[in-house]
């Protein structure tokens, strides 16, 4: 603590932790606000078409609610008529009862209809739209399983959840909305169509008003759009904040950052209470300019209609009927007005969910492709030239073959290639120039499926999914019995922890396999890499965040896990890369060097020179130090 | 929550409670318990809005006014259909008079409906105020509290639970105050006034136009309770996909390796199916409830035309009361039709108030004492006392006893999962002890105060998180406010600074999840010099040079050497490496020291810890030996061998 103030003395003047606060919160803002400006767009015809193409399989349904929509409405529209002739016939004529009572039944007969249709309309629109939204999600989400890899490398996981469930929501409350939308739409068309059927005069007259809503409109949209998204910047830059804090939150209670948070976040958080406060007031400023117009109409009926009433040229029912309908009128435009927000959100969360299904899928079947099996599992790499971006190739013609049951290990510096190899005999990329055989087969040429089979894949980071040790172990091999299971888990060493667990195989893990060690959790993987029963095995081994005592067992799972497979190995520890068959030494995208251990090793090449560096893994070698072990080999001290 | 449980049947009997309108006194009387917690939550989400006293007070008063001048409306166009008829009738003597009268009810209909739409504007506004205010405060508690929590919760919850709770849920109470509470205050000042004032104009009539409101009610609250138990429970299956969606994301990779897609696809559908199922029951209910109470509605409307034509024809009613009354009922289509969002709204805002609140609520097992002081720091000596750690019955730690201090470093070494990062993790009280006792210079950690002991102690984690900002920020994240200096001094003892300075923007590129990522090394250097930027008076190295280079970390050690000499430091580590030079190292296996002493005691000893001398410094040695390293590196000089200094 007291060496804190050694370095202030003749420093610049410091910030203040508020000043600091602030110049990250403006940061953050200008970052968020890019991000959504692209989106502020209110429509957009081909996120519309779009949609309707997801809308198709439910053709039949969205016909009846579009039958029932019109006939809940057009029922409705005909309570105020109903109204009328009650008043005029039956009422008001000397008054007949019995004609009074054939209406009201009629009435209640139209109640009824009203009542069974829109019974129709909720539950088939609202089914529709919750399927929609299941079909959007389901939709990316078997997308996002084939899109190229070097997409979901780029992409972090939340921020395709923030599509897969934020956008999908936002367009919840829009097909929501819509329903009722589409109700107010038809049922304005509807009064406009009566009004001016019973008395055209008066019907335009009291629409006559109709356009200055539109005029006041034009004045609110900039206000009201700029309200809106700004409280959606707001809203998104608060949560956002939120999730780091939860993510982080071991480093936050480390750091004792706390306070310091809580006065960002409060920052943010009243940022947003005065965005949506604003948009709020916006969105209500319509509220009695609407009640005026609706205030204007009835009067345009009550002075107009009544005068026409005394000189007997309008009847009596027809004016209650009007003022019935413009009753009815306004409340719909205001409701249309305010879906602009929701219209807005959801053309911008729809933009964003196409943005993802967009995204290409390079890596496909050929038409026809291969279904390996039984194949003689040997691999050859003929030439192959890849890179992910253009003109910077990774690999720079590689030729090698691996025999049937060896094993090889790839060796060099970071960016070297060896984790390219792999993937690409994965046929997660597909190669620029050459050919990359397995089992004699071009791989462009099976099934990545089939390829899936005969290749398996044990990655650096053991990846365990929720669910229980066993569904770990068995994973998509759905045909694995429980025997299976225990006898690959006991080949690897794990079988003995895993009864341990408090339910055995049955145990069910935490997130990410929180309750395993890492030790533990790389074993669980290479057990399931026996279970997939792959004939070539693909491994990139963990660097040094395992300790010596795992790794006495790991290397004995690795041993039973290659024995009688054709291995590729990304090599790390000296014990494995000392156990290969054959040592590949990759550099710059080229093979520089290949043989086994003791081999290479009096070659006195660059592998020699990088492991006399005595680093726990190549990749953590220094660049400079690879530098001038290369050049100090071609110089050939 | 499985349907038709306990609270939905009990609720459904207590009679007369429109939704909402449920008093404490109400929750308290009832006596199941169950019951107690769904109205408990809705009034406890009430209370929150009526702390804002005057706003909610405002609030209703400007409904009242509102309602008022709404219900006006029918009045006048009666009026005004009696105006029209007045020739007809009788009732006015001329033309001119008719008409005159007309005009004058023209104009006060449109200043009256202009002064209902500024109601409605007032009291819209103030409900929103109160409801934005609520979720402010609950988003700060919420936020504090989550950042307060132990380790022991944070290990246990999901990140996308709590992002939910922290977003959709407290929207949902939040939407509770315009959409729900206030819509039923409302609700239910017009249909009052409105009952009060059909049923003062002509009983039979009023009595007809009203009787929908029991059916409403009746309706309102069964409903209520049946959403609320299947929105727990979509919401629940919702959490499920989630999971599921962010799991095959992050392990996407291994989804392909496998070729595992189908089978990722099949898993998705089921739970996605599921939701649906679920989702699809809680429509039907609603839009049954809907469609019957608009129902209702209707057909007491069709009723009133019924009995008030005949009252009409009787000539007991004018046609402008009975247009007046019309028009009424005209007024209550839409908040009626909109009864069903605010059912909804209460099934959401009790469901969603309740986790929210089990959240608040939850008390962080590890806080201040009551009487807790500032650590004092003299020796900076640490002392751990017959330590025992354990939780879920299962025992993490025995009987660890060691004093650490500025001359004595302690370096911990043992098998995965032995316990070693725990102890790591006891002295910042990230956990408690469950058995004897931590102490700083004699004091009792349990009894200083959390700030000033995490600010005295600080733990380089194996694995850091990065916050989505610049490098400078992430480096000096305990203290933004220092100045550069003193950064680039941290990021060059942690030797990451010539790589910062490689970056595009230097100290202020953006690093983390939206910004350039780290490699696994980077991170622990980052995380070091995090700590160094502390200060800390005792300083742990919790297995935080795993992924960094031996000669890196020689430098680092290096570098760290003037402020370590006044530093308390542990060294926890696989690397023997890293902690031979330690004063003592203990050798932990299943939560217990079972040798200790100096690297030089303990080879002797021939125990455990020479094994792994053995196993790990020794066959490098050998190699060394046969394969001269001066020879093939060249330069003599440059040391970048294991255990040699740096350049």
Known sequence: ?637 | MLRGNPTATSTVGRPGTAPGVATPAAAQENGEQKVRIDTGVIWRITRLGLQYRWLSAFTVIAIIVSVAFQLWIPTILGHAVDNARALATGEAASYDAARHALILTAILLVIVSVLRGLGAMVHTNLSEIIAQKVAFDLRMQFYEKLQRQSFKYHDRAHVGDLMTLGILDIEFVRQFYPGGIFRTVFIIVLVIVGAYMLLSADLVLGLVGMSFVPFVAWRAVVTRIKLRVLWNDIQERLAILTRAMEENLGGIRVVRAFAAQDHEIRKFEAISDDSLTRINQAISVRVRNDVVIQYAFLLSWAGMLWFGGLRVIDGTLTLGQLTAFLAFMGLMMNPVRQLGFVVNSYARASSSGERVFETLDMVPDIQDKPNAKPVRLSTKTLRFENVYFGFRGERFLEDITFEAGPGHTIGIVGPPGSGKSTIAHLVPRFYDVTGGRVTIDGQDIRDVTLESLRHSVSVVQQDTFLFTTTVFENVAYSDPSVPQEAVEQATGRAQLDNYIKRLPGGYDTVVGERGVSLSGGQRQRMSIARSVMLHPAILIFDDSTAAIDAATENRIRAALKDVMKDTTVIIISHRLSSLMNCNEILFIDKGRIIERGSHGELLKQGGRYHDLYELQIKPSQELGEKYSIKAMVGAPDDGAVAGGQSP
């Open chain 1, 1 to 637: 603590m007291t060496t804190r103030t050694e370095t202030t003395p003749e420093l610049p003047p410091r910030l203040t932790p508020a000043e600091a606060v602030k110049r990250r919160r403006a940061a953050a803002l200008a970052r968020r606000t890019q991000g959504e400006q692209v989106f502020g767009v209110t429509f957009d015809g081909r996120v519309f078409s779009r949609f309707i193409s997801f809308l198709k399989p439910y053709r039949r349904q969205l016909i009846i609610a579009i039958l029932a929509v019109l006939a809940a409405t057009g029922s409705s529209l005909a309570f105020p008529i109903l109204v009328r002739f009650g008043i005029d016939h039956a009422i008001s004529a000397g008054g007949d009862r019995r004609l009074l009572a054939i209406i009201v039944g009629i009435l209640a007969g139209f109640v009824t209809l009203n009542f069974l249709f829109t019974w129709v309309q909720d539950l088939v629109v609202a089914r529709v739209a919750q399927k929609l939204l299941f079909d959007l999600r389901g939709a990316m989400y078997a997308h996002l399983q084939r899109v190229s890899l070097s997409f979901m490398d780029k992409t972090e996981v939340g921020r395709l959840m923030s599509r897969l469930q934020g956008d999908v929501a936002s367009l919840q409350e829009f097909l929501e909305t819509s329903v009722y939308a589409i109700g107010d739409l038809v049922t304005l068309l509807g009064i406009t169509v009566v009004l001016l059927i019973f008395d055209w005069r008066l019907g335009v007259l009291c629409l006559a008003v109709v356009p200055s809503l539109f005029l006041v409109r034009i004045v609110w949209l900039p206000f009201a759009k700029k309200a809106f998204l700004r409280a959606r910047v707001t809203s998104s830059i608060m949560h956002g904040a939120l999730n780091e804090n939860v993510n982080g939150v071991r480093v936050v209670q480390g750091a004792v950052r706390e306070r310091v948070n809580l006065e960002f976040y409060d920052e943010l958080t009243k940022d947003n209470l005065q965005a949506q406060l604003w948009a709020t007031k916006i969105g209500q400023v319509l509220i009695p300019i609407v009640d005026l117009l609706t205030g204007g109409a009835l009067a345009v009926v009550i002075v107009v209609g009544g005068t026409w009433v005394l000189h007997d040229e309008l009847e009596i029912g027809v004016m209650v009927m009007f003022i019935l309908y413009v009753q009815r009128f306004f409340e719909p435009i205001r409701a249309l007005t305010m879906h602009y927000n929701v219209l807005q959100r959801a053309m911008a969360s729809g933009q964003r969910i196409f943005e993802v299904l967009d995204v290409p899928v390079d890596v496909k079947d050929k038409p026809g492709a291969l279904v390996m099996k039984d194949i003689d599992p040997s691999i050859e790499f003929k030439n192959v030239t890849f890179g992910y971006y253009k003109d910077q190739p990774v690999l720079k013609g590689i030729s090698f073959k691996v025999k049937p049951g060896e094993t090889v290990a790839l060796v060099g510096p970071t960016g070297s290639g060896k984790t390219s190899c792999t993937a690409l005999l994965h046929r997660f990329y597909d190669i620029w120039e050459g050919q990359i055989l397995v089992g004699g087969h071009d791989v462009r040429d099976v099934t990545q499926e089939s390829l899936g089979h005969q290749v398996a894949m044990v990655l650096q980071d053991p990846y365990l999914f929720s669910g229980t040790v066993y569904d770990n172990i068995r994973y998509n091999k759905d045909s694995a019995t429980r025997e299976q299971v225990e006898t690959a888990a006991t080949a690897v060493g794990a079988h003995e922890f895993i009864l341990k667990l408090p339910q055995g195989y049955d145990t069910v893990l935490e997130q990410r396999g929180g309750n395993l060690s890492l030790g533990q959790r790389q074993l669980v993987s290479f057990a399931r890499a026996i279970v997939a029963d792959a004939k070539i095995l693909v491994l990139d081994e963990a660097t040094a965040s395992i300790d010596s005592y795992t790794e006495m067992q790991i290397q004995r799972a690795l041993k039973t896990l290659l024995e009688g497979r054709t291995g590729v190995v990304i090599a790390h520890r000296l014990a494995t890369i000392r156990g290969a068959d054959r040592i590949i030494v990759l550099q710059d995208g080229m093979i520089i060097e290949e043989g086994r251990h003791d081999q290479l090793m009096d070659k006195r090449g660059l592998y020699a020179r990088l492991y006399s560096l005595n680093y726990s893994s190549f990749d953590d070698i220094p660049d400079d130090l690879v530098k001038q072990a290369v050049s100090s080999m071609k110089t050939g001290t």
